[in-house]
């Protein structure tokens, strides 16, 4: 953060020193532009002042922001209580980062990028990571930029010992990186990780199931419907979603804003194994329905009848896997 002291210079206002901005500031890092406007992350600001880096640093820059300065803050209890559940993910991190700087001497190659400056500001062999084993190509990696004369002279302006951790909870002023919640960070950091595990609290017969609910196999057509009811000893899962309007053709926003979860859910409960029913239907009452009614010179049933099947027609199209679609106004709901 510090070390882009000499670069953060040419774009302050004529007004401000590099000085009078670093001194007193509440939130690390921060970048203020001639505009007025103020980047207060790390990734935005090296986006602002490098936008010419290969597609590698932004990654890099991506992965320290939402992956490696949350674990930290996590592990560290920075503004909040330590979580003892991150500290897995925060040595899934490192040891990423440790086989990368094993081939090769910066994270984008031979040459220094700003995705160096950004890891290497939240990371201390003696400090954050003090104590941690097998890690000496990170090492290696931390002392050569510390021995760069553009890092010595920032630091001379800024040293490191002067800024406390708490800095990585104010680089964010929308609540600290506590709204990163750790069980979607561990499973970021398992995709990101150089090998394949699969994770200890996964039993055999979880892995089982799935593989068992994961082969398809084409199943005759039926001419009854199929009925899903709860199992004894079972887990039962039933699943809904919002009921759209029949006044209207679907289109990709109702898709993804309403059924498309429930499928998404649905697919993954049944993989586990679970006892899964899906449903949802289209809901034919209200003023829009009469109103189209009128609009279309029909009545209102064959309004409802004509877009309750443009609507399951088109659900159907896009895969979406209920177990019953049906309707409000049919017998049995109105019982």
């Not at 600001?45 to 991506?62: G, H, I, K, N, S």
């Not at 002392?143 to 920032?154: F, G, H, L, N, Q």
């Not at 829009?288 to 399951?312: R, S, V």
Request: a negative charge; aromatic letters at 8%; glycine letters at 6%.
């Amino acid at each position: 953060m510090v070390s882009w002291h000499i670069q953060i210079a040419s774009v302050l206002p004529d007004s401000l020193s590099p000085d009078t901005v670093i001194k007193g500031v509440k939130q690390l890092p921060i970048l203020e532009l001639n505009s007025g406007v103020q980047l207060f992350t790390t990734n935005a600001a090296a986006r602002y002042l490098f936008p010419d880096e290969p597609v590698q640093c932004y990654e890099w820059l991506e992965w320290s922001t939402s992956l490696l300065a949350p674990a930290l803050a996590h592990n560290m209890g920075v503004g909040h209580r330590a979580d003892p559940n991150a500290l897995p993910v925060l040595n899934s991190l490192v040891k990423k980062l440790n086989e990368h700087l094993k081939k090769n001497e910066f994270l984008c190659g031979t040459e220094i990028c700003p995705a160096d400056l950004a890891v290497w500001s939240l990371l201390a062999p003696d400090g954050t990571l003090k104590g941690a084993h097998d890690i000496e190509s990170l090492v290696v990696w931390y002392r050569k930029i510390v021995a760069m004369p553009e890092v010595k002279s920032s630091l001379e302006i800024q040293p490191l010992k002067d800024l406390s951790f708490t800095s990585l909870k104010d680089s964010n002023r929308f609540g600290g990186l506590h709204h990163v919640v750790l069980p979607q960070l561990a499973e970021s950091s398992n995709l990101l990780a150089e090998s394949s595990h699969i994770a200890e609290t996964v039993t055999d017969e979880e892995i089982e199931n799935a593989k068992r609910s994961f082969i398809y196999i084409k199943e005759e057509t039926k001419t009854e419907p199929k009925t899903v009811l709860p199992k004894k000893g079972e887990r039962n899962v039933l699943i809904t979603s919002a009921l759209p309007y029949v006044n209207n053709v679907p289109h990709l926003g109702n898709i993804i804003g309403c059924v498309l979860s429930a499928d998404i859910f649905a697919r993954y409960s049944r993989t586990c194994g679970y006892n899964t029913l899906y449903i949802c239907g289209t809901d034919e009452y209200g003023t829009a329905t009469e109103n189209k009614a009128l609009a279309e010179n029909m009545t209102p049933q064959q309004i409802c009848d004509k877009y309750f099947e443009l609507h399951n027609a088109i659900y159907r199209w896009f895969g979406i896997g209920f177990d019953y679609f049906g309707r409000t106004t049919t017998k049995e709901q109105t019982e």
